[in-house]
């Protein structure tokens, strides 16, 4: 059991990542009924920008680049945390633009609307950044390691799966204990009577495509100093986004929570035995669960099964 504890809590800490990284592909998937294969790409986009802010030539004009390069870096990194997603959530007000002549038609349309938004936020990301890999700096205090029994362990994984279960659980409170949670969810599970209501459905779909946006943008730079910050590092992540709302049930938060687990523990374990079967065992267990509950685990009939 000491020889698995290691290989489970690496798989704790990446099913964490993973349900951070599946929830607002699941918020815009549960309300729109669309989708957003660009999610990938925005989550790049988070890493990118902060790692723009944190680097040594910031997007500002001399003066205030030097006073902001002499902020400590654990203020820099905070902002970035701000700050980013904000960047990002305003490239997802475009592409929401964008996909409303797309919506209560077939989701198809939809489909290849964000593949082709996709492409060119990783083509631009190339054409601004290069192709080399980036690193984001992280504040000392959470880098480095820490000695447990023989082992070190990393002290960003810790605090990479700390934040993402606070993010998620912010993320329930507002869903489950606001009036805009109370909108969105009834959103979901009927529009036309949130219209019929007089609830202004263009608006609620910009706000919860931006608010997808910016958990991706947020995923993406908690999870890249893990992952390191390349072009086609949103491939990385859309695949298991999708992967885990599938397995946890198309709109359900919690079994997108339980999901990202699941398929972390699988990554974990089976690397603990056979490395070369870590990244397959999701897709094994997306079968497995599958092909005993259609809709996943807690699913309900969506726009996957039009």
Same mark, same amino acid.
């Given at each position: 059991?000491?020889?698995?504890?290691?290989?489970?809590?690496?798989?704790?800490?990446?099913?964490?990542?993973?349900?951070?990284?599946?929830? @607002? =592909?699941?918020?815009?998937?549960?309300?729109?009924?669309?989708?957003?294969?660009?999610?990938?790409?925005?989550?790049?986009?988070?890493?990118?920008?902060?790692?723009?802010?944190?680097?040594?030539?910031?997007?500002?004009?001399?003066?205030?680049?030097?006073?902001?390069?002499?902020?400590?870096?654990?203020?820099?990194?905070?902002?970035?945390?701000?700050?980013?997603?904000?960047?990002?959530?305003?490239?997802?007000?475009?592409?929401? =633009?964008?996909?409303?002549?797309?919506?209560?038609?077939?989701?198809?349309?939809? *489909?290849?609307?964000?593949?082709?938004?996709?492409? #060119?936020?990783?083509?631009?990301?190339?054409?601004?950044?290069?192709?080399?890999?980036?690193?984001?700096?992280?504040?000392?205090?959470?880098?480095?390691?820490?000695?447990?029994?023989?082992?070190?362990?990393?002290?960003?994984?810790?605090?990479?799966?700390?934040?993402?279960?606070?993010?998620?659980?912010?993320?329930?409170?507002?869903?489950?204990?606001?009036?805009?949670?109370?909108?969105?969810?009834?959103?979901?599970?009927?529009?036309?009577?949130?219209?019929?209501?007089?609830?202004?459905?263009?608006?609620?779909?910009?706000?919860?495509?931006?608010?997808?946006?910016?958990?991706?943008?947020?995923?993406?730079?908690?999870?890249?100093?893990?992952?390191?910050?390349?072009?086609?590092?949103?491939?990385?992540?859309?695949?298991?986004?999708?992967?885990?709302?599938?397995?946890?049930?198309?709109?359900? =938060?919690?079994?997108?929570?339980?999901?990202?687990?699941?398929? @972390?523990?699988?990554?974990?374990?089976?690397?603990?035995?056979?490395?070369?079967?870590?990244? *397959?065992?999701?897709?094994?267990?997306?079968?497995?669960? #599958?092909? =005993?509950?259609?809709?996943?685990?807690?699913?309900?009939?969506? #726009?996957?099964?039009?």
């Amino acid at each position: 059991m000491l020889d698995l504890l290691p290989h489970i809590l690496n798989g704790l800490t990446l099913g964490l990542l993973f349900a951070l990284i599946a929830l @607002g =592909f699941m918020l815009i998937v549960g309300l729109m009924e669309q989708i957003n294969l660009a999610h990938g790409s925005l989550f790049a986009l988070g890493a990118y920008f902060a790692m723009q802010l944190m680097g040594p030539r910031p997007p500002l004009p001399q003066d205030i680049a030097s006073a902001w390069l002499a902020l400590p870096l654990g203020w820099r990194y905070a902002a970035a945390l701000i700050i980013a997603p904000m960047a990002a959530g305003a490239i997802g007000i475009a592409i929401e =633009f964008c996909m409303r002549r797309t919506y209560g038609k077939d989701p198809l349309y939809g *489909l290849l609307l964000t593949f082709g938004a996709a492409m #060119v936020i990783e083509e631009t990301i190339r054409l601004i950044w290069g192709t080399r890999d980036y690193v984001l700096q992280v504040p000392q205090a959470i880098n480095g390691g820490v000695l447990f029994g023989d082992l070190i362990w990393s002290t960003y994984r810790f605090y990479a799966a700390g934040i993402s279960a606070v993010i998620i659980g912010l993320v329930w409170l507002l869903i489950e204990k606001t009036p805009f949670g109370a909108i969105v969810k009834a959103g979901a599970h009927d529009s036309e009577i949130v219209r019929a209501l007089g609830i202004n459905l263009t608006r609620l779909r910009l706000l919860v495509f931006v608010f997808g946006t910016m958990l991706a943008a947020i995923a993406g730079i908690i999870v890249a100093p893990i992952w390191g910050i390349r072009p086609h590092m949103g491939v990385d992540a859309v695949i298991p986004a999708f992967l885990v709302i599938v397995l946890g049930g198309v709109g359900s =938060f919690w079994g997108a929570v339980v999901a990202g687990l699941l398929v @972390g523990l699988a990554v974990g374990l089976s690397g603990a035995y056979a490395s070369e079967w870590s990244l *397959l065992s999701m897709y094994v267990l997306l079968v497995a669960v #599958v092909t =005993f509950r259609a809709r996943g685990l807690w699913g309900k009939k969506s #726009v996957l099964e039009a």
